[in-house]
């Protein structure tokens, strides 16, 4: 029996358990009354602009694919390329291993325009790198303007610390512009090699991805009650540590590990009012993109069997 296989999933779920004791042991005082009560305090306004932002980042997440085929050379159909886009970051996110289970959903779908498996690794690798360059460039914004955002966590000042490293993120994506200005040879991992970009395409790398980050996190911004929010810079700061460690963590869906770590970030607010502001988060980023996505699997399967058929 290869164990390896299991190890992640094993971890994910581990992960779930222990940040679900951890939630109920922060929330133990509050009742589903209250929360409920902290949902319909948010203001119709907040609603409107929290689903706007949604659709943003979820079209920002549909650059990532144009952006990979692009480089690839590869021409697929627009309408086609969205939606599958928007499937695999709907499913993904939800299941957790986003990188894995993005790849086995656009090796099905990309499959059938043409692409090989090869083009379908580098495609994914080159959207698993945007994302992974977005966090890093928006991290080291964050770190240099609103220093004290490792505060919340760490609870003593690191100023400097934290600057320091912020102008040493933006420096690594300094670096990678640079080197694709130079053609410098492909960045190899393993018996793997990413070759860079061309500028143009490192450009949209640095606009599409943080527009997604940026939409991402201002959902639960809107979200958010007014009384103690620390504005929008700090929640966007809060939000990449807690997306982060949920990523790392193979939670499905982050579930309970993205709220411990939130709430560990806003914990002068009133965490009723943080609970409702990410429950809004899951519905509008997680539960609803589900749902839309298992209708377009279900209505691209049954496309493909009638073509199988004919």
């Given at each position: 029996?290869?164990?390896?296989?299991?190890?992640?999933?094993?971890?994910?779920?581990?992960?779930?358990?222990?940040?679900?004791?951890?939630?109920?042991?922060?929330?133990?005082?509050?009742?589903?009354?209250?929360?409920?009560?902290?949902?319909?305090?948010?203001?119709?306004?907040?609603?409107?602009?929290?689903?706007?932002?949604?659709?943003?980042?979820?079209?920002?997440?549909?650059?990532?694919?144009?952006?990979?085929?692009?480089?690839?050379?590869?021409?697929?159909?627009?309408?086609?390329?969205?939606?599958?886009?928007?499937?695999?970051?709907?499913?993904?996110?939800?299941?957790?291993?986003?990188?894995?289970?993005?790849?086995?959903?656009?090796?099905?779908?990309?499959?059938?325009?043409?692409?090989?498996?090869?083009?379908?690794?580098?495609?994914?690798?080159?959207?698993?790198?945007?994302?992974?360059?977005?966090?890093?460039?928006?991290?080291?914004?964050?770190?240099?303007?609103?220093?004290?955002?490792?505060?919340?966590?760490?609870?003593?000042?690191?100023?400097?610390?934290?600057?320091?490293?912020?102008?040493?993120?933006?420096?690594?994506?300094?670096?990678?512009?640079?080197?694709?200005?130079?053609?410098?040879?492909?960045?190899?991992?393993?018996?793997?090699?990413l070759h860079y970009p061309a500028l143009p395409i490192v450009a949209r790398q640095l606009l599409i991805g943080p527009v997604e980050l940026l939409a991402a996190a201002?959902?639960?911004?809107?979200?958010?009650?007014?009384?103690?929010?620390?504005?929008?810079?700090?929640?966007?700061?809060?939000?990449?540590?807690?997306?982060?460690?949920?990523?790392?963590?193979?939670?499905?869906?982050?579930?309970?590990?993205?709220?411990?770590?939130?709430?560990?970030?806003?914990?002068?607010?009133?965490?009723?009012?943080?609970?409702?502001?990410l429950l809004v988060f899951r519905l509008f980023y997680l539960i609803i993109p589900l749902l839309i996505a298992l209708c377009v699997v279900l209505f691209f399967e049954?496309?493909?069997?009638?073509?199988?058929?004919?």
């Open positions: 029996m290869n164990w390896r296989r299991y190890i992640w999933p094993v971890i994910g779920i581990a992960a779930v358990i222990a940040s679900l004791l951890l939630l109920w042991h922060e929330l133990r005082g509050i009742s589903i009354d209250d929360v409920w009560a902290g949902i319909i305090a948010i203001p119709a306004r907040g609603w409107i602009l929290a689903a706007l932002s949604s659709v943003i980042a979820y079209a920002s997440l549909a650059g990532y694919d144009h952006i990979a085929l692009l480089h690839l050379g590869k021409k697929v159909s627009w309408l086609f390329v969205t939606l599958c886009s928007f499937t695999t970051y709907a499913l993904s996110h939800n299941i957790g291993g986003s990188v894995f289970s993005g790849a086995v959903i656009r090796y099905r779908a990309y499959g059938t325009r043409g692409l090989t498996g090869q083009d379908i690794g580098v495609l994914v690798a080159i959207c698993w790198f945007t994302f992974v360059l977005s966090s890093i460039f928006v991290g080291g914004l964050v770190l240099v303007l609103e220093p004290e955002v490792i505060d919340r966590f760490s609870g003593t000042p690191h100023h400097g610390m934290a600057i320091a490293a912020g102008l040493a993120m933006l420096i690594l994506v300094g670096a990678y512009v640079f080197g694709s200005w130079l053609h410098l040879r492909p960045l190899k991992v393993g018996g793997f090699q201002a959902i639960i911004f809107f979200a958010l009650p007014a009384a103690g929010n620390p504005g929008y810079f700090v929640i966007l700061g809060v939000f990449l540590v807690s997306f982060s460690v949920a990523q790392i963590s193979h939670a499905p869906g982050g579930l309970g590990v993205f709220e411990v770590v939130f709430l560990a970030g806003l914990s002068h607010m009133d965490p009723v009012g943080v609970l409702a502001a049954h496309s493909q069997l009638g073509r199988s058929e004919s």
